[in-house]
């Protein structure tokens, strides 16, 4: 059977990259107070609970500028190429406009989420 792949997606600067390095083990992806560290996908070999799996750190959701475009088309190959898609939120912020940004362009995908 092929090694299902899981990736993490939301805004910038929940916890996407501590989550995956959390789950991956050790300090593999840049962790930063400041958003928009995240650029390209990051991948790594994991396993959790028994199951083994690709993981997929993404850039944080924007709108906007040509960085923020590039990373968009980043997280939609991320999208397309796993098997469950995990959405990230800051529970103490709450709600915030980028967060239905993500849940607009996950939405169509909702059975992997
Ligand atoms: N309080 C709290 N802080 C957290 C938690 N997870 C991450 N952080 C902090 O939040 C900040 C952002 O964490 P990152 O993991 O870099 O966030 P990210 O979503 O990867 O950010 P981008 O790559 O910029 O999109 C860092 O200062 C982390 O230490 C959490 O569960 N609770
Ligand atoms: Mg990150």
């Known amino acids: 059977m092929k090694t299902p792949t899981v990736a ?10 501590t989550l ?7 300090r ?3 962790v930063d107070d400041r958003p928009g560290i995240t650029r390209d996908r990051n991948f790594a070999a994991a396993e ?9 750190d993404t850039g944080g959701w924007t709108s906007g500028d040509e960085i923020s475009a590039a990373i968009r088309r980043q997280i939609q190959l991320a999208i397309d190429e796993s098997d469950v898609i995990v959405l990230v939120v800051d ?10 940004e993500v849940a607009d362009v ?4 909702r059975a992997r989420v």
């Open 91 to 100: 529970v103490q912020t709450g709600v915030h406009p980028a967060d239905l």
């Open 28 to 30: 593999r992806a840049i």
């Open 20 to 26: 995956f390095n959390r789950i991956a083990g050790g």
């Open 106 to 109: 996950l939405r169509p995908h």
């Open 48 to 56: 959790w609970a028994g199951h083994r799996f690709w993981l997929v």
């Open 8 to 17: 993490i997606v939301g805004r910038p600067n929940v916890g996407k990259s």
